[in-house]
């Protein structure tokens, strides 16, 4: 509303109610109630437990990725504006979280994916995850293990600082080999596009580690309480995470999927930025049923923070229902 027809409204509302008394400086500028907006997005880290594990989710910081069909340019773009409308979801543009997920296992603290880091190429909404890390009380130099699902721009160029040091000076590093080749070895630093810039981000970030990094391999316990689950396709390499305290499970997914709608409502579809769509589509068939199946909860790094809850296999895809606040798995 108009600031200037919101203070006659609420001269007007005065005078309604207290008559003339309501002309006195002191009560007007109470009716008007006016406070300034504060442009702040909270909160922007959630706990909850896995088990005994205490988890923490922490926002690196939402990506608009734009215009719904450039992430879908095989897909219909009437579907996917059908898909977003249906959902109460803007159609005009597509917005992705990060949910970079920090896990006490009581031994060690596990960050999985660790967002964009210092070059903010999303703009200064992002690259969020110390600041918020540290507003959730912990220090970058406690983590022990830095996981990471696979080597693009949202999911590890948080590990190298402004300055060239790393932002985690303590920890190890865990990701599977073929992406840490693919992304940070020699062939495509002089790529062009998004290709070339992911490459020389991905060797920015990983290269200054490499003496820390331990390789991860497809069901192969990556530390106490975390099991590495091949998922390739989105890279030829992504991982994601299987977290196990006592009888309690989640699935730390990555991208498996990106959206809790149109890649769970069509699981088959190819997202432009999938190395092999094809295969990325079977991952996400095969571990998604897996899970509706198991009953079993994830945490998805994209979904509307914080991104915890499960699936069910529902028609061709699959439903999305988000844990309530408060739920431990
Ligand atoms: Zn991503």
Redesign the pocket.
């Known amino acids: 509303m108009d600031h200037h027809i919101d203070q006659r409204l609420g001269r007007r509302a005065a005078f309604g109610v207290l008559g003339a008394a309501a002309t006195l400086p002191l009560i007007s500028r109470t009716a008007e109630a006016a406070a300034p907006i504060t442009g702040i997005r909270q909160p922007d880290w959630y706990r909850f437990k896995i088990g005994a594990f205490e988890a923490t989710v922490l926002q690196d910081g939402p990506l608009a990725l734009g215009e719904p069909s450039v992430g879908f340019p095989q897909h219909p773009k009437d579907d996917l504006t059908t898909l977003l409308r249906s959902n109460f979801l803007p159609t005009n543009t597509l917005t ?1 979280d990060q949910n970079c997920l920090l896990v006490n296992t009581g031994r060690q603290l596990v960050l999985f994916d660790n967002g964009v880091g210092v070059t903010r190429p999303f703009g200064l909404g992002t690259g969020l995850l110390l600041s918020n890390l540290r507003a959730a009380g912990v220090q970058p130099e406690q983590i022990d293990a830095l996981v990471i699902s696979h080597a ?1 721009i ?2 590890c160029w948080g590990i190298i600082g402004a300055d060239g040091k790393p932002n985690f000076p303590n920890a190890q590093v865990f990701l599977s080999k073929a992406d840490f080749d693919y992304w940070a070895g020699d062939e495509r630093q002089g790529a062009q596009g998004w290709i070339g810039e992911f490459a020389r981000g991905a060797r920015r970030n990983l290269a200054p580690v490499r003496d820390r990094i331990t390789f991860v391999e497809d069901g192969k316990e990556v530390v106490p309480g975390v099991v590495a689950v091949a998922a390739p396709g989105h890279t030829v390499g992504h991982t994601v995470y299987a977290i196990q305290s006592g009888n309690s499970r989640a699935m730390f997914i990555g ?1 498996l999927a ?1 959206h809790s709608v149109i890649m769970l409502r069509r699981p088959q579809i190819e997202f432009a930025f999938d190395t092999d769509p094809k295969v990325s589509a079977q991952s996400r068939l095969r571990i998604l049923r897996q899970l509706a199946q198991e009953r079993m909860p994830l945490i998805a ?2 979904f509307a923070f914080p991104g915890i809850g499960h699936v069910a296999a529902e028609g061709e895809g699959f439903g999305w229902y988000p844990a309530p606040w408060g739920t431990d798995l």
């Open positions: 992705l693009h949202d999911h991208d990106h790094y994209h």
